[in-house]
């Protein structure tokens, strides 16, 4: 009578791996593409890896500097075929740039920056994974640090806004809700750990106070602190399980069986 090992090693034997592990994507700006420096404390990408270990590749495309609109030129040049690889999670994060205020280079309109991030969820290269997208929004920005980041780079005039930021948050978890895609609504994470209150006025506005928790998440006004990005982490893996659950590391089996199951 076979044993569960004998089972395992008939299988072994049988299986062909001529395409590498399945993909977890992460897409987006310099939040994104800072997401692995470890040297800073917590390393979001690195932990996604750590808890995904054996089960996907975290593949980190993040694109200091770019908006949807790059986003979209961008696209099809790094994105495998299916006959390369299969994206089977991808993370689609961008609005921090495209919310730079009129006049800024960077600057998206609303309008278009909607446009453009339901075209990515929809683009040809994305959907022939038919993987499962989480978006996430624009988290907070805090004008006070970013007064001095500004002016360290020589910005005479304010680049983006605490509440030209929520807009475009806003509009992101309305993308999210008309192609029913799981949001991670990092936006409103780091508002209410900052103690922010519906109908308060914004936390990172000039208008009120300094907010301390906001800058302990923040290194310069828009950029992600270790504690930032602990509380991506823990939102995102949230949406994960309680959204798509199937796609949860507890969920999904080791690509190859565990040393003591595998042949000799």
Known sequence: MST?????SNSWTTMTYDKPYDQFLLFGDSITEQADCQDRGFAFAAALQDVYIRRLDVINRG???YTTRNALKVLPRFMPSPLQATVRLMMI???ANDACLPGQSQHVPLDAYCKCLKLLCLHPSVTSHNPSIILVTPAPVDEYQMMVSDALKGYTTPQRTAANTKMYADACRGIGEELNLPVVDLW????????WKEGEPLIGSMDVARNEVLQNLLRDGLHFNPEGYRLMYDEVMKVIRERIPDQSPERLPFVYPPWRLAPA
Not at 4 to 8: E, K, Q, T, Y
Not at 188 to 195: D, Q
């Open 93 to 95: 994060f961008f609005g």
């Open 63 to 65: 694109f200091s500097g």
């Open 188 to 195: 409103a994470a780091f508002m209410s750990k900052a103690g």
């Open 4 to 8: 569960d090992v004998d089972a395992l």
